[in-house]
Nanobody, 124 residues
Framework: QVQLVESRGGSVQAGGSLRLSCAVSRATVSNYCMGWFRQAPGKEREGVATINSDGITNYANSVKDRFTISRDNAKNTLFLQMNSLKPEDTAMYSC??????????????????WGRGTQVTVSS
């Protein structure tokens, strides 16, 4: 069974930065489509960013030019660098994976495996 484990999130003030990581086991990140998703209280889960097996990335408009998704193939780890954070970025962030590596969709239903999530809180 593929396992995804997110790093601890945190609390920052608006304008600050955080970096999330997602350690992957029993799968190779470079072969999978990987994504970050988030869910705020009372809202549906939404896609944040994806990266496919070719390294092509895709971002939600709300985070474009502020967030960067990347992976370290040697460490088999996915990252999300979050800059210029806003209070509306407050949510539970989860990483996800699917073996359909070459074609990523920034929608939760596309993914087979999920981490438990980590809380990110941005204060104004």
């Amino acid at each position: 069974q593929v396992q995804l484990v997110e790093s601890r999130g945190g609390s920052v003030q608006a304008g600050g930065s955080l970096r999330l990581s997602c350690a992957v086991s029993r799968a190779t990140v470079s072969n999978y489509c990987m994504g970050w998703f988030r869910q705020a209280p009372g809202k549906e889960r939404e896609g944040v960013a994806t990266i496919n097996s070719d390294g092509i990335t895709n971002y939600a408009n709300s985070v474009k030019d502020r967030f960067t998704i990347s992976r370290d193939n040697a460490k088999n780890t996915l990252f999300l660098q979050m800059n210029s954070l806003k209070p509306e970025d407050t949510a539970m962030y989860s990483c996800a994976a699917t073996p359909r590596g070459d074609y990523c969709v920034i929608a939760p239903g596309w993914y087979n495996y999920w981490g438990r999530g980590t809380q990110v809180t941005v204060s104004s």
